[in-house]
């Protein structure tokens, strides 16, 4: 049933937000809730004490970030945040009448409300597809996905697998990864 | 019936790229619990006026483009007589600077020195730490003299200078005083004209004769190499000393490429000219000068020959170009190295390479 799998899919893509706002625990239930829905196995590593500083090594910094989550820092001619790219973020958030409510602290092709603006479309959509803007909220869903987040994800969970030194945060990147591919193959 | 879930999920992804996208849905999507609110208008595009902080001489004026709450890109103000809306590499890289991905975005702290481990915390507890450490040295020492301020140059902006009233609100604080990098243009300064004083930047153009020593505005200050050439249009001979064939001594009409760390012998070898030759203006100096008397008989002490052995006086050696370039540079056995007087006869090249006529 859809109403399930979109309860699922945004639950998926709220754990993976909170993860990448900084709130490590949700890495756990994202490796959870994909298991549920891929019905894959991936084991659940311990979350070692050294968790939370590969996570700032990867994701936050305060040296070259090894696994930046922005779009632009993949899309961009010099990883610069807020230009072109980041903008058309702003934009597509724009286009459904939203925007972030912290706007101009952190850039708003963060994986963080990349997720969120995926998961929030996701519970907007009625149980009746043929009610108002249903096939609207739809659309833009699926252009997000097209046209932001399956352009970079696959890049920044290569430099996740490649740069993370915790089983924890290489094993929430290859629950993204399954993820994200699954949600690539069904646009597809 | 058909359920509103029939549909695959795939048939669903695919249908939906079809759907026309418009604007105006926000009314139907839940916010709650998202970091999203329902988007204000957008801002028009403001311009402000700033000027680079970097501690350069140009201290560029800036107009910066904000829209939406984004600086989009700065430019020069083209109101401003000496930048004449012109910036630097560094300047129009701002932009670059702050929005970088690296940029560090929150308070953190290293647990373990040079370990590598960063953790975030919180502003309150960054604050906490410090106070707490104020706290516990004034307590250890009886004063909070332990605690010192050490900054320099690279952003002298309004910040730079409110840190030193927050460490004097704190009580008695160590500084660290005096200048790691322009000592020398300071007593330059004092010594010539009494304090330190320039005139307008912009009177270089009125120059006839421009000595450039040690400084290659051409990268370092390119608004005033802007006004040394249209200086040097005008008339004016540009004179560059250095060590290194710059960008600017490629543009001089006179390029004295001296070894490094003798310029102070070329300073004597010069001096002792205008000494031997009465290029003095005594009178002037009798009004306005203090203690010239004592350098001029230093001058002599150190232009002297040494040891009994014979040589070429150093004002002679530093005024003639055609000295160095016609004659066969001394050998280390005669030519000394403990007197501003030997030190020139090795510091002063003027090649025929490095020179070039007036236009």
Redesign the interface.
Known sequence: ???Q?IEQRAALYEAL?SYY??NISAGETFIRLANAYLQSELVLPPKED?V??DF??LF??????LA?P?E??YLSP??????RQT?SV?QA???????????????DDHL??EA??A???L??L?????A??Q?????????F??DHLLCWIFPHLEHVAAHSTTPFCRQVGKAAQLFFTSEKE??S | MNSPHSFSRRTFLKGSLAAVISAGIGSSLTLDKTPFRPAAAEASEQVFQSACPRNCYDSCSILSTVKDGVLKYVEGNPANTYTHGRLCAKGFSYTRSIYSPDRIKYPMRQVGRSSGKWERISWDEAFDIIAKQILSIKEEYGSTLPICLNKYSGNFNLLNYCVEGMMSSIGHTTRATGTPCWPAGIDAQTFDFGTIWNNDPEDLVNSKYLIIWGANPAWCSVHSMYLIEQAQRQGCKVVVIDPTLTQTASKADWYIQIKASTDGALALGMASYILEHDLVDRNWLQQNAKGYEEYFSNICVKTSPLNGRRRRPASRQASSRHWHRNTPRPSPQTSGSDTGCSAIQTAVRTSAASTRSLP
Do not use: W
Request: charged letters at 20%; aromatic letters at 8%; one cysteine or more.
């Open positions: 049933m859809l109403s799998d937000s706002a900084g050294d939370g500083f700032n090594r936050v910094g305060p040296q070259k970030l930046p922005y632009s820092s010099h990883r610069m945040t807020m230009t903008m702003r958030y724009r286009a459904v009448g939203i925007e972030i409510a912290d706007k101009g602290r952190i850039p963080h409300y969120a603006f998961a929030c479309l519970r907007s009625s149980p009746s597809p043929q108002d803007g096939s609207d909220i739809a659309a833009h869903y699926a252009a996905l097209r069904a646009l």
